[in-house]
């Protein structure tokens, strides 16, 4: 047991009780994950924090190596299996063990601050949640400067605005990472997981990697939803101590600011709000899911004519490619994965049209463009062919549209398929996996279904591939390519009859 510390220049706490009628404190069991030495100074810090809190808290470690940092701390030795990185998973036959001996579960790595003031924040916020529901947090991270950043936030992952909802006086949200490197949760909400079947379990990876599934599984696989109470965003903010991502990794705090206040906004606005497409495959890691923070590709801007003027982008995230042509004098239209992210870009002056797909190209009615980009999101499309039909109507006789897409028929990605069997489980299928299989010939067939007709297709190839020469070899070797299509004459000539 850990003793009940207060720092000398500080008041006491009042402590929070449990709902027994006994006046005793809220107890609270803090497992740690801890590998090697590497992180020692930081548990050291995490150890003081809970020793100073006004709860009744026990803390174990979990380490592949014998710690006793303090007498009153217990560590646990030996891995889950033989992978290093299936440490985490070790919590959670610990708290099975002591579920009816606690109030309060936390699992956490060894470099996650959470305070006092944060937990009776969650305690607070849980008291007005529906029983399937946990409140959760998001980390941050500070440089040498102090600049603050928020490194969950990359790659497809988002705020999700259909997730919007008020509870008692709180607005919270989903935000699509699980992964804090921690989690709380009260006794009955591990009871329930624990009955879900789908906490104590063998150590696996799908969406994420071992490391981060031990900290997401409450939320992935025992039927609870993790909100983020956006309108008490700083107590629910964790501080990762290593700040090992810092200024390389993830959002800085203006960009973050920026897409809670639009989230707080749309909540207040009483509209509802959809994705424009799920921007999330099934596969594993989330293979050939949609980035909503692309960097500009040289290739695509390359693929553009000089002589385009205006612009139109389907399926825009944060907008950097559209933000660099607005740049250069284009006039850029663009209809956003969602009216949160689109908020920089639109600051930077591109136009936004907000809907469904349908919705927008209505919107666009009687409006052509010199050019039509779908760049890494057709392939996560339901319907493909109705999609490039659409906005078809928005080119004129002389534009083109840059499609770029996962080349999943090129040499290197079927040799990772025969390799790597079972992370393309539901392949084939758009309803297991959420993507199409996309290659230069079922782009070229979906065009053709729609009344385009494709001019030429351009291999992207890796960095570590660019001396490899001849269209075809260049193909079947990229990752990825560009198709450049046309409407077709039979498309143009309807238009102008």
Known sequence: MIATMHAPDQLPVTPVFRGDGLGRPLRVLVALASYGTGNDGLLDRLIREYSSMAF???????????????????????????DPWSLPFAHKPLFSERVDQYDLFIYSEDDILI???????????TGA????????????????????????????????VASLRSRSNYILASFTNEHAACYVLTREQLKKAIRSGGFLVEPYQWKHDLLCTAATDPYIRC?????????????????????????RFGVPEAEMRSQVDNMLRLSGSGATSKLLLSPETKLWRRMFSKEYYERINQD?????????????????????????LAAKGCEVAAVPLDPVISGGAATRGIEMIYGDFRSASEKLRNRTFDCVLFLNMLHLVPDPVEVLALFRGCM????????????????PELWRRVRYMHRYRGLGSFGRSGVHVTGVGKIGEWCDESGLTVSSHIGLLHKRARFLRGRFVELMMSPNFISVARKSASAAGASTA
């Not at 305070?115 to 916020?125: I, Y």
């Not at 939803?225 to 090992?244: A, C, G, Q, W």
């Not at 004129?396 to 090129?410: A, C, L, Y």
């Open 56 to 82: 009744d808290v026990d803390i174990v470690i979990l380490s592949n190596i014998e710690k006793k940092p303090a007498p009153e701390v217990e560590c646990r030795v030996g891995l889950p299996s033989k």
């Open 115 to 125: 305070t006092e003031a944060q937990l009776r924040a969650f305690l607070e916020v």
């Open 129 to 160: 949640l529906k029983e399937d529901e946990i409140a959760g947090f998001i980390r941050m991270e500070k440089n040498a400067d102090g600049a603050v950043s928020y490194p969950d936030m990359h790659d497809e992952f988002h705020w999700d």
């Open 223 to 247: 039927g609870f939803t993790k909100l983020i109470p956006i309108s008490r965003f700083d107590d629910f903010t964790v501080h990762h101590l290593s700040n090992k991502y810092a200024g």
């Open 300 to 324: 695509v801007l390359n693929a553009i004519p000089p002589v385009a003027r205006t612009v139109l982008s389907i399926g825009c995230g944060s907008g950097e490619l559209e933000c660099a």
């Open 396 to 411: 004129h006789d002389t534009s083109v549209m840059i499609i770029q897409s996962p080349n999943m028929r090129s040499v």
